[in-house]
């Protein structure tokens, strides 16, 4: 059997955010692999102080939707800022692999996330010190910029791999002109196309973009914030 052909990416939108007056999504991805499920990132289930008047969000949970969380066997957190981990919780019997620098900053850095979601009872996280390979195809890489502790996942499909990138890059533009180290070693990668959190559709090579208007700052400028 062709493992990497068998292996396929399905975005989810679990919300909708409100910065500088625009409309901003929250999209979570789902690998379906021959050997697991996996889920990278979570979104949020709930309101928060601090999200409400960052971003006046409309959250549409997993744990709400036609969707098999008990069906989930293996959880991936890009990083941990609130809109990417909140929905960590549901998942509290699986493991959930995030980068060790991610994990330490969020437990340790003020104004990072919010705290409580990072340390929900029974998460367990499983710290990654730079690449690993998580199933046969789907291989984690930091991208540190956004955070220090980002990382994306790397699938192959069969041809050029296809990279969920959380917020490594936050808006097309990124991408087509890299700055950070993470962005550069995504283009390195010479993927097919790469998944955003905060796009509807996946970035291209090659395509233009026209309708980003760069990176939105949130209302309140939290630490955590999607930029």
Same mark, same amino acid.
């Given at each position: 059997?062709?493992?990497?052909?068998?292996?396929?990416?399905?975005?989810?939108?679990?919300?909708?955010?409100?910065?500088?007056?625009?409309?901003?999504?929250?999209?979570?991805?789902?690998?379906?692999?021959?050997?697991?499920?996996?889920?990278?990132?979570?979104?949020?289930?709930? +309101?928060?102080?601090?999200?409400?008047?960052?971003?006046?969000?409309?959250?549409?949970?997993?744990?709400?939707? *036609?969707?098999?969380?008990?069906?989930?066997?293996?959880?991936?957190?890009?990083?941990?800022?609130?809109?990417?981990?909140?929905?960590?919780? +549901?998942?509290?019997?699986?493991?959930?692999?995030?980068?060790? !620098?991610?994990? *330490?900053? $969020?437990?340790?850095? *003020?104004?990072?996330?919010?705290?409580?979601?990072?340390?929900?009872?029974?998460?367990?996280?499983?710290?990654?010190?730079?690449?690993?390979?998580?199933?046969?195809?789907?291989?984690?890489?930091?991208?540190?910029?956004?955070?220090?502790?980002?990382?994306?996942?790397?699938?192959?499909? @069969?041809?050029?791999?296809?990279?969920?990138? @959380?917020?490594?890059?936050?808006?097309?533009?990124?991408?087509?002109?890299?700055?950070?180290?993470?962005?550069?070693?995504? !283009? $390195?990668?010479?993927?097919?196309?790469?998944?955003?959190?905060?796009?509807?559709?996946?970035?291209?090579?090659?395509?233009?973009?026209?309708? *980003?208007?760069?990176?939105?700052?949130? !209302?309140?400028?939290? @630490?955590?914030?999607?930029?």
């Amino acid at each position: 059997m062709n493992i990497s052909a068998a292996i396929t990416v399905t975005p989810i939108l679990v919300a909708d955010l409100l910065v500088e007056g625009e409309v901003m999504p929250v999209y979570v991805h789902v690998i379906d692999h021959p050997d697991a499920r996996v889920l990278v990132d979570t979104g949020m289930t709930e +309101l928060h102080p601090a999200v409400v008047a960052a971003f006046d969000p409309l959250l549409y949970p997993l744990s709400r939707q *036609d969707f098999d969380v008990a069906g989930i066997d293996i959880v991936v957190n890009t990083h941990l800022h609130a809109d990417h981990c909140g929905g960590n919780h +549901l998942f509290a019997d699986r493991p959930i692999y995030v980068q060790r !620098r991610e994990l *330490d900053d $969020a437990r340790s850095e *003020d104004d990072y996330t919010i705290r409580e979601w990072v340390n929900a009872p029974g998460l367990r996280y499983v710290p990654v010190d730079g690449e690993l390979d998580l199933l046969p195809g789907v291989r984690l890489v930091p991208a540190p910029g956004h955070t220090p502790g980002t990382q994306v996942v790397v699938v192959e499909t @069969g041809g050029r791999p296809v990279v969920i990138c @959380g917020d490594a890059a936050v808006w097309f533009g990124e991408l087509d002109e890299p700055r950070t180290e993470g962005q550069q070693r995504i !283009r $390195a990668l010479d993927p097919e196309k790469v998944w955003l959190a905060h796009e509807h559709e996946p970035w291209r090579p090659g395509v233009g973009h026209t309708e *980003d208007q760069g990176p939105a700052e949130p !209302r309140d400028g939290q @630490g955590w914030s999607t930029t």
